[in-house]
């Protein structure tokens, strides 16, 4: 009997300690979110760096063009007596129309100056031919002798070429640059033009010389 009372007892015990244990205080969790600050990116935009290159204008050479003497045939009339003679490549030489006619008929034509054209080379930068070709052939060169060149040679030459029409109204002009022969000095003594290098016909209206100097 005693017996079942102590077992009894120790059973009240056990369950008296459960109940204990069920109800005991649970621990507070800390539920507040922790606290996140976010900085926001410094952005830092640099003007733009602006450059100003110094611009330097090139002042366009202009240049002044004085004529020294002028063969012009234009005022001429026809059959009018020409301090030339030709060479036998051409078949007629003569004033007529305005024009100084030159028919050639073989590959080296040539007409001589007469005497001596007594021109001062040193004051003369640019010829200027004007005329027509009316060949297939646009060759032009001008020879000339002085006190350095008494001989008719390339190195005492000038050419240029015709603007090719073949047609005999289609006036152009040729230029001829005098600093482009070394020998270009003193005094002109001789003058001889070939004014195409085959068969065929050119009208000259006129050659001009000119002083060249850069206009102030």
């Known amino acids: ?43 830092t935009t640099a003007a733009p760096e602006t450059t100003t290159a110094e611009t330097t204008t090139k002042k366009q050479i202009e ?37 100084l006619v030159i028919v050639s008929t073989g590959g080296d034509p040539y007409i001589t100056y007469k005497g001596s054209p007594e021109l ?11 005329g027509s070709d009316g060949s297939s052939n646009d060759a032009f060169q001008l020879f000339f002798t002085n006190a350095d060149n008494p001989n008719y040679s390339e190195e005492g030459s000038l050419r240029e070429s015709w603007e090719v029409t073949e047609d005999l109204t289609a006036v152009n002009e040729i230029h001829l640059d005098t600093s482009f022969s070394s020998v270009w000095t003193g005094t002109v003594t001789g003058m001889r033009i070939d004014p195409l290098s085959d068969a065929g016909e050119v009208h000259i209206q006129s050659i001009e010389f000119f002083t060249v100097t850069v206009k102030e």
């Open 120 to 130: 001062d080379a040193d004051s003369i930068q640019e010829i200027v031919i004007t």
């Open 1 to 43: 009997m005693n017996k079942m009372r102590i077992t009894a007892l120790a059973m009240a015990l056990v369950l008296s300690a459960a109940s204990f244990v069920s109800c005991g205080s649970t621990p507070a969790v800390d539920t507040t979110a922790s606290e996140t600050t976010t900085a926001a990116p410094e952005t």
């Open 63 to 99: 240049y002044e063009y004085t004529s020294v003497a002028k063969w012009d045939y234009t005022t001429m009339e026809d059959g009018a007596e020409l301090p030339f003679t030709k060479n036998a490549d051409i078949s007629d030489l003569k004033v007529e129309g305005g024009s």
